[in-house]
């Protein structure tokens, strides 16, 4: 899709070749968030959860129904529905695979996966009023080229779910990321105590 625009603009063929060793050249500048942004990360404690599955359905009267009887079923489960406009997936643990599938037609599976893994980040309640903290979850894990199969929010919980053999990438990505948040907060509060001292030693 990259290669036809890149030709209309340039006005001749371009390799595609050329196009992969320009965009890997190609460098941002990284910033460091906002302070309220990195109290909430820095607060932040991931939980993870492996052999995970998920499948997408229809959004259809008759699918909604059995999913409505099926989550009395799975109450004890590790078990997530998300509606959109066409569609509605269910993460849940891998051992329901082939009890979950059957409930539907398969003419109204959009998609199904298995192997994965829940990423889990539990935040303050500050989360929720904080721009910008769901997008450096995500651009952490982009940076590392790991890809997202689906993601949930609820209230404070970020659901990440990648692949299996992505997780423990993403875990010590994401740890990584929490942990240089709290040393940014400690430097900080030390610079700030720091000034406030050598202030009050000049005004006595």
């Known amino acids: 899709m990259l290669r036809p ?18 965009v890997k050249r190609v460098t941002t500048t990284y910033r460091r968030p906002a302070r309220d942004v990195t109290e909430v990360v820095a607060k932040t404690v991931i939980n993870i959860r492996t052999d995970v599955a998920k499948i997408s359905v229809e ?4 699918n909604l129904e059995k999913i409505r009887k099926t989550l009395a079923n799975f109450s004890g489960e590790f078990f997530n529905v998300t509606e959109g406009i066409c569609a509605i997936t269910l993460i849940f643990d891998q051992k329901l695979f082939n009890e979950i599938c059957s409930m539907f037609q398969e003419r109204d599976v959009l998609d199904q996966r298995q192997s994965l893994a829940a990423v889990i980040l539990h935040s303050p309640i500050e989360l929720i009023r904080t721009p ?14 790991i890809n997202i199969e689906e993601t949930v929010s609820c209230f404070t919980d970020t659901i990440i779910v990648v692949k299996m053999k992505d997780v423990g990438q993403a875990f010590t990505a994401l740890t990584d990321l929490i942990m240089e948040s709290r040393k940014q907060l400690k430097e900080t509060t030390k610079t700030s105590t720091n000034s406030h001292t050598h202030r009050s030693m000049f005004s006595t």
């Open 132 to 145: 910008g903290c769901a997008q450096l979850f995500y651009g952490t894990l982009s940076r590392k080229y």
């Open 59 to 62: 959004k259809a009267n008759r």
């Open 5 to 22: 625009k890149v030709k209309e603009i340039l006005k001749h063929d371009v390799k595609l070749e050329s196009i992969i060793t320009a």
